[in-house]
Structures are given as structure tokens and as C-alpha cells.
């Protein structure tokens, strides 16, 4: 299974910061990496897929990069309603595997 | 709008079984992969399963923790998809989510997701 290494597990930020997310995978994944944001009693959302394709109605100041086994998730001017955790997934082979998680907090 | 509503979740003894359903609204389900995936309390994400499409003769994955003893199945004609769980173990306890995987660039891959429903296993 590939195993995903995601950091930090927690944020403390101001809107306005610039964050950054961090994805390692264990294996080579081709690109293949989404990332979620999700907030509490809502469904999870797709930011980002093949590393740095923006999803449809997603804005601008959420990117992604990858260098190698490592992704990051940016986020430029950091506004109210980013304040969430977000998650990376891989899709390379199965199983499908998550990484553990980023809370954005003020 | 895109839609994803889970449904059948509840409390089970170990050894028992239950079966979710999710329906769908907002796009056309018959082209799209489907997904389940599960947070127990207090962990991260697992994914469980997927069905493929007609296109992909609706082809199963599952996860190793579920494998044998879940089902996933669907209904195109009811834009619905079921995940059948049987001997069901205290682990299994978790919110499950279905999610909907369309065709994005060169693969399919997780998009929507529904809220979720969760499925207790306590004696």
C-alpha cells in the first residue's frame, strides 16, 4: 500500500497568510494526487487533482506542486471560509489511500 | 447540483450485517466510478471500495480490511449504489461515505461526496 505522510496535522493562522501542505508519498505516484477540503457536517470537496489541476469553481489562491514523492497545498491569502482541514489522497493504485489530515485554525 | 445521499446506516451487533444505499442526483451516474470510504471516531480516512462503470463491466476494488466480507453493488436504472456489509466487527464502526469518481483528465477519481451515514457496531 502506498502510505501517505501528511504535514503539519495542525495550523495556527490570521487571514491574509500564505499556507502551506505537505504530502509524501511512499511510492512513486505519477502525479496522481487530489486534495479536500472538508468542514464539519458538510461533504468533503475537491480542490486539486493530478497535483496541480484546479477543479472546476475552486478559486485561484488554492494550488498544488509536486516535487518528486512530495506534494504541497498553497493557499495565498488565506480567507474565512478556508478555515477547514484538508486531506490529500493518491490515486495511483489501489487500495486508494488518504493522508491524516491538516487543520487550518485561526 | 450535484447530489450524494447515504442511507441504511444504524447500530448492529458484531457478526451482523447491514447494507447501505446512496442515491445520486445532478449527473449522469451511470458514467461514473463509484466509491466508498469511512472515518471511524477519532482516525483518518479509508477508503473501502469502488464499482467501476457499464463501460468497465462493473469491476470491484476493496479494501484488504473489508475484502470477503463486503459488497458493493448498483443500480444504474436507480442512480443508486448499495455497499452490502456482512460479519460486521466493532472496527467496522464509522461514518461511511459515498462518493462519486467521474472521468478528470486522465482518470478517475474522486469528486463528489455525499455527508455520510454512520454504521455502529456494539453488542
Known amino acids: 500500500d502506498i502510505q501517505m505522510a501528511q504535514s503539519p496535522s495542525t495550523l495556527s493562522v490570521s487571514v491574509g497568510d500564505r499556507v502551506t501542505i505537505t504530502c509524501r508519498a511512499s511510492q512513486t505516484l505519477n502525479r496522481r494526487l487530489s486534495w479536500y477540503q472538508a468542514k464539519p457536517g458538510k461533504a468533503p470537496k475537491l480542490l486539486i487533482y493530478e497535483a496541480s489541476s484546479l477543479d472546476s469553481g475552486v478559486p485561484s489562491r488554492f494550488s498544488g506542486s509536486e516535487s518528486g514523492t512530495e506534494y504541497t497545498l498553497t493557499i495565498n491569502d488565506l480567507q474565512p471560509d478556508d478555515f477547514a482541514s484538508y486531506f490529500c489522497q493518491q490515486y495511483k493504485s489501489y487500495p486508494l489511500t488518504f493522508g491524516g489530515g491538516t487543520k487550518v485554525e485561526i | 447540483e450535484v447530489q450524494l445521499v447515504e442511507s441504511g446506516g444504524g447500530l448492529v451487533q458484531p457478526g451482523g450485517s447491514l447494507r447501505l444505499s446512496c442515491t445520486v442526483s445532478?449527473?449522469?451516474?451511470?458514467?461514473?466510478?463509484m466509491d466508498w470510504v469511512r472515518q471511524a471516531p477519532g482516525k483518518g480516512l479509508e477508503w473501502v471500495g469502488r464499482?467501476?462503470?457499464?463501460?468497465?463491466?462493473?469491476?470491484?476494488e476493496y479494501a484488504a480490511s473489508v475484502k470477503g466480507r463486503f459488497a458493493i453493488s448498483r443500480d444504474d436504472s436507480k442512480d443508486s449504489m448499495y455497499l452490502q456489509m456482512d460479519n460486521l466487527k466493532i472496527e467496522d464502526t464509522a461514518v461511511y461515505y459515498c462518493?462519486?469518481?467521474?472521468?478528470?483528465?486522465?482518470?478517475?477519481?474522486?469528486?463528489?461526496w455525499g455527508q455520510g451515514t454512520l454504521a455502529t457496531v456494539s453488542s
Open positions: 445532478g449527473f449522469t451516474f451511470s458514467d461514473h466510478y
Open positions: 462518493a462519486s469518481s467521474p472521468l478528470l483528465g486522465s482518470y478517475y477519481l474522486i469528486r463528489h
Open positions: 464499482s467501476r462503470n457499464k463501460a468497465n463491466r462493473y469491476t470491484t
